[in-house]
């Protein structure tokens, strides 16, 4: 999950090969996670996390990030698999329940906040149709999501010269949506 927010800092960074006007409109766009955290904190006073959390959206290209966006709106999307392999290439902590983050779309137009409530750590190729259900995406079977993911590790792995293995360790994260715009 945390890719999205690693590739947000490195647009924000500028050393993305995306245009000057989609790393604008990030900038831009970027209030809308500020506002929709203190709007949510106005109505949720009793919430223990008062530092704005990190914002991400899901997968690696417009279409799918507007998505999910929508599917977490829409109470359909209710987890998401980051490999193991990402976590310890960035060196970045694991997931831990009760950890809260703002979803957005592609361009950072914050759209939920979303919480943490169960991580299992499952093989790629012990992944059960249950949880490709509840991640939400595409028709919702496992044969749909073991393509879809195979791809994407396939693409993040590439870029270090990695392979994907069938065998990778898959931080499967749930979460419920406790904040929409």
Known sequence: MLIAFSFFLTLLNGKSGKSKHHMN?????????????????DKNTQNKNKETPISFFFCDNKNDANECAELVIKGIKKATATSLWWYQKNNEPLPKIGDQYIVTDWYVDAKAIIETIKIEQVPYN?????????????????????????AYYT???????????????????HFKTIYIK
């Open 25 to 41: 409109e990030v900038r831009e766009n970027y209030k809308s996670v500020e506002n929709l955290w203190n709007d949510f904190l």
């Open 126 to 150: 012990k992944m059960t149709p249950e949880f490709a259900e509840i991640e939400g995406e595409g028709d919702k079977s496992l044969e749909y999501w073991k393509k879809v993911h195979k």
């Open 155 to 173: 693409r993040e792995m590439a870029s270090f010269n990695d392979n994907f293995d069938e065998n990778m360790i898959i931080v499967c994260e």
